[in-house]
T-cell receptor, first 114, second 112 residues
């Protein structure tokens, strides 16, 4: 019973394609996140949703579009993939209460652009 | 704006030796502080957290961290490192909103 699950685990595709990554959490949390981790392990917040409402939208190209159909799901769609999009993308969730709650992470989706 | 600094990109420790990983933050008040560990191919896992009260906090896997307000630090320690502790360690800070700032990480190598 994985708490935060992402699919797929690996994604290899060509430049210009469109792809989606799915995330589901079964922890009953209100807040979900997408992070991008580059090759140097630097972790950067991309988006955050609280109760299906977008609350954080960092400086991310508009080719990236998150969608939260319900509190338990947060998907990430990427249009016109570029070489620089190659990274590991992590989904996370937390029971938000003013930042005091830790985040629970999925195992990541490794995206490789050919 | 708040920031988190982990001065050591990587550290090598002999198995059985003690470990200290450094973390400094920049913020006017006391933030919420966290340490996470990331093993290869996995997501981040919470080791411990500090909100208030006792400045020495205990976490999982034998780790502890000490909050020092005067030094704006939250260093992670372990008295005796095991080979399985080899991983990437992240310090993180939240100042009371939805956004958590992560440090750049410290890669721990354990030698036999």
């Amino acid at each position: 019973d994985t708490a935060v699950s992402q699919t797929p685990k690996y994604l290899v595709t060509q430049m210009g394609n469109d792809k989606s990554i799915k995330c589901e959490q079964n922890l009953g949390h209100d807040t979900m996140y997408w992070y991008k981790q580059d090759s140097k392990k630097f972790l950067k917040i991309m988006f955050s949703y609280n109760n299906k409402e977008l609350i954080i939208n960092e400086t991310v190209p508009n080719r990236f579009s998150p969608k939260s159909p319900d509190k338990a799901h947060l998907n990430l769609h990427i249009n016109s993939l570029e070489l620089g999009d190659s990274a590991v993308y992590f989904c996370a969730s937390s029971q938000e209460s003013g930042g005091s709650q830790p985040q629970h992470f999925g195992d990541g989706t490794r995206l490789s652009i050919l | 704006a708040q920031s988190v600094t982990q001065p050591d990109i990587h550290i090598t420790v002999s198995e059985g030796a003690s470990l200290e990983l450094r973390c400094n933050y920049s913020y006017g008040a006391t933030p919420y502080l966290f340490w996470y560990v990331q093993s290869p191919g996995q997501g981040l896992q919470l080791l411990l957290k500090y909100f208030s009260g006792d400045t020495l906090v205990q976490g999982i896997k034998g780790f502890e961290a000490e909050f020092k307000r005067s030094q704006s630090s939250f260093n992670l320690r372990k008295p005796s490192v095991h080979w399985s502790d080899a991983a990437e360690y992240f310090c993180a800070v939240n100042t009371g909103g939805f956004k958590t700032i992560f440090g750049a990480g410290t890669r721990l190598f354990v030698k036999a």
